[in-house]
């Protein structure tokens, strides 16, 4: 498969964990986690995550794939799947901030003292520390892709939400995963 340069893909879930769960209660948002795909089958998806799959509280940068880990056992997830159009140079540039996230993710730790204080609508910085929507708003904010006047610590889901990005797909992760996405290395689920 040829490799799309001229898209990134947000893709915002709610899974049902206690987690998202909790998120959700809180904010009254239709989604509580958001990822960025460098492509539209969603095999290479990122974001600020558990780690494991039974303990939501040691949490860092992860690449996400729909048939593994958290998406598996939640079946009844459910997603947005948004495409934004960008240049060459701005996708290659996000794939070398993710790249550098990757390669230093031993550093990298889930925010959750941001998520929590973000509540109250404070918004810090902390060094090395990120929640999902943060990273995925860092990475756009840096390749000069704007969908919002926030900064982005200050970005959550529901702002990609209410975005004007095009929307390419929304209803459960497995259908999109199973219909779309499935080839070889990959299972349906």
């Not at 799309?4 to 769960?21: E, Q």
Request: hydrophobic share 35%; aromatic share 20%.
């Amino acid at each position: 498969m040829k490799e799309d340069k001229n898209h990134l893909y947000v893709v915002l879930t709610m899974t049902g964990t206690l987690p998202a769960t909790a998120i959700h209660f809180f904010t009254r948002k239709p989604y509580s986690h958001t990822s960025l795909s460098f492509d539209r089958k969603l095999h290479h998806m990122y974001a600020f995550g558990r780690y494991w799959n039974w303990f939501a509280f040691y949490a860092g940068f992860v690449h996400e794939v729909p048939d593994r880990c958290v998406y598996k056992r939640f079946k009844k997830t459910t997603c947005r799947v948004m495409e934004i159009d960008v240049t060459p140079e701005q996708y290659m540039e996000a794939k070398r901030i993710t790249r550098h996230f990757a390669s230093h993710d031993k550093k990298m730790r889930y925010s959750n003292l941001g998520l929590v204080l973000a509540e109250f609508n404070l918004y810090p910085y902390i060094k090395n520390r990120f929640f999902c929507s943060q990273f995925v708003a860092y990475v756009l904010e840096k390749i000069g892709h704007s969908f919002t006047d926030k900064r982005y610590l200050e970005v959550r889901p529901d702002d990609f939400y209410q975005s004007d990005m095009r929307v390419i797909y929304e209803g459960t992760l497995r259908d999109y995963w199973n219909n779309f996405c499935v080839e070889e290395g990959y299972s349906k689920y």
